[in-house]
């Protein structure tokens, strides 16, 4: 499946959570399958941490240019672009393509840096349902979205009730515990105290905070993981061929080469700024803050069916997160599919292949592609 | 109980497992209790990362000057100065007393930096035992330590099972997983790429790589404590009196406050290349190593009794980790005691009060006092 990035401008301001506002902001986005007639087969999938809009298919002429979820998206998968019209948004202060720090800031000709405004997952979604206003869809099929993108399906259900009607939540929770928070905060202080950062504002320095940015990367690698895959990937294994050298700064086992070389790569290509407004939409997030922290009072207002999806090996966003979700709908009397899936691979298993995982989402979509059909000929024999 | 710390200079090269040796050092030491007339009823206490040879007790005149074991050894204490002769040693490559990179290399006669050398568990057992020579000592009743010094306990029993009666095993584990390197290499990479560490020469520069330890130690309280220790703490709560500021910079949540206090305190006082070489001790201790991973080929050499203790919610070295040890000590047919403290604190609870923990080294401490006891009259009586 051959795809291209598209883009989207936005010329009317978007007021923001935190009381700022941003204006003259661009969207990027990729569409897959075809809307129907009716309008009524959408599909948005919602992005994590380290992803972007470009979720399926390939670029033509580009060698490994796969979507990523192109395991999950695509002609005959389990979210089937045959039958659905899939849309992939990249979300505002990204460093893949929509507006972001890096862009110049209409108010000022200046390079944002760090007075892009945080943003908050609520702000994400309200972007997104313009540009699905943009697009002419009202209603979408399904919301779907992993880890920080499970928390923008989650939203949409609260912030847009009547346009959507089913929400995919894999590998997410209802808000960050005090241990996700905490490794979002060393992260961010290894940017923020690198050097090469200068508050933000490194751009018109040309230099990148390199040393804080390797840093967050490797803490990442290791939330992403489970011990066990760990110790099955790498385990104690010395670097090869190479006996024990004694030192304190040479790598000596695989699993220091393997979180350097994430770093060297992650470093060279990622925003130090976008790292530091994403982590921090992460640890915002909590619908039920404004609720007294009830979850079951903040979930109320949803009203969609919910297939939620987690994995017992992911300690970042552990099952017992969705649970909570899936305890908090089922108060509301709310339409709940919950999968558990035991897979070793830690909170990386959302990305990744498993037949029991992509099985539980391909039937789910096939209960919705069915309610999509039977409205279509509902509606043509109106 | 007043304390006062002594110093012990040896002038002999003691070899080291990397090849290199290390000759006119000094190792500061403590001493609790009285050792008795058939020098039987001294007990080791082997130390962990941030800690030291004040194990118990108080210095006179500073106020919260209590040693970092002090809730476990003491008079009348689970592990009784009144019965047994006590003995803290600071380890090789500290940066609390004994030598380490913050002191003159003899050969060069400039500090020794990054050129102090790599020093393994193996070597500070060693250092150890030529200490207890010194101090007249053969045979220990116990050596006792938690997380790393559990490991230096282990140890004492495989390099010198003639001088060991007992070994208590806090916390611990027969090696790291690949997790647990991965954190220390982190913090490792933290500390070099920082600016001020100068190549690990930076007391000649007038500088300390205050962000590379503040961020070393900001992932070692993570890894301390447990997920649900955390969020009974600081959970969710914001910093006190203060609204969402919507920041990337600012504090907004109590857990980064109190990391960011932590890791402040710590850059203030540890020393960089200490951090290094005792990260690097933990990532090399594996006795299996040379038994083809076979742990109870590994243990088969030690002949003392132990008690392992660990705890349900330490996720740094977890208790399936010291199973493993209790395994592998009865493949040996050894006499092994386990206990499995069901504590909410992770990593942290061995430090910690807990009647059930201190109950049950108390009563082992107990049943190594009959046995130093029944010796002694049987010495006298022969």
């Known amino acids: 499946m051959f795809v291209s990035p598209q883009s989207m401008h936005f010329p009317d301001r978007l007021p923001l959570q935190s009381g700022a506002s941003l204006r003259d902001y661009s969207l990027s986005y990729e569409t897959y399958g075809r809307l129907n007639a009716e309008r009524s087969n959408a599909v948005l999938i919602c992005h994590a941490l380290n992803a972007s809009h470009h979720v399926a298919g390939v670029y033509a002429g580009q060698k490994d240019s796969e979507g990523w979820w192109d395991n999950m998206i695509g002609p005959g998968k389990a979210l089937d672009t045959e039958r659905f019209f899939v849309i992939g948004v990249n979300n505002l202060g990204s460093c893949f393509g929509s507006t972001g720090p890096m862009h110049i800031n209409p108010d000022t000709g200046r390079i944002y840096g760090a007075d892009f405004p945080v943003m908050t997952v609520e702000d994400w979604v309200n972007s997104q349902a313009r540009l699905l206003d943009a697009l002419g869809i ?197 339409d709940v599919s919950y999968a558990e899936i035991d897979a070793p691979h830690g909170h990386d298993a959302f990305l990744l292949d498993d037949p029991r995982y992509l099985g539980v989402v391909g039937a789910y979509f096939d209960t919705v592609a069915q309610e999509v059909t039977s409205a279509s000929v509902g509606v043509s024999t109106s």
């Open 138 to 334: 009202t209603t979408l099929a399904a919301v779907m979205g992993g880890s920080l993108g499970g928390m923008q399906a989650l939203s949409w259900t609260l912030q847009y009730p009547s346009r959507v009607s089913h929400a995919v939540v894999v590998a997410s929770a209802p808000n960050l515990t005090a241990e996700n928070i905490a490794f979002n905060e060393v992260a961010r202080r290894a940017i923020v105290t690198d050097p090469d950062f200068h508050g933000g504002h490194f751009y018109q320095h040309g230099v990148v905070p390199k040393r804080g940015l390797r840093i967050a990367r490797m803490i990442g690698h290791i939330t992403y993981l489970s011990d066990d895959v760990m110790n099955e990937k790498f385990g104690r294994q010395l670097r090869e061929g190479i006996e024990l050298q004694y030192s304190t700064q040479e790598v000596e086992f695989q699993i220091e080469s393997y979180l350097r070389h994430q770093g060297d790569k992650f470093a060279e290509y990622f925003d130090a700024n976008t790292y530091l407004l994403i982590t921090r939409a992460l640890d915002y997030f909590d619908p039920a803050r404004s609720y007294g922290a009830d979850l079951s009072q903040a979930l109320a207002r949803a009203t969609c069916k919910f297939l939620l999806v987690s994995f017992t090996t992911d300690w970042r966003f552990a099952p017992k997160r969705s649970r909570e979700l899936v305890k908090a709908l089922l108060d509301n009397r709310r």
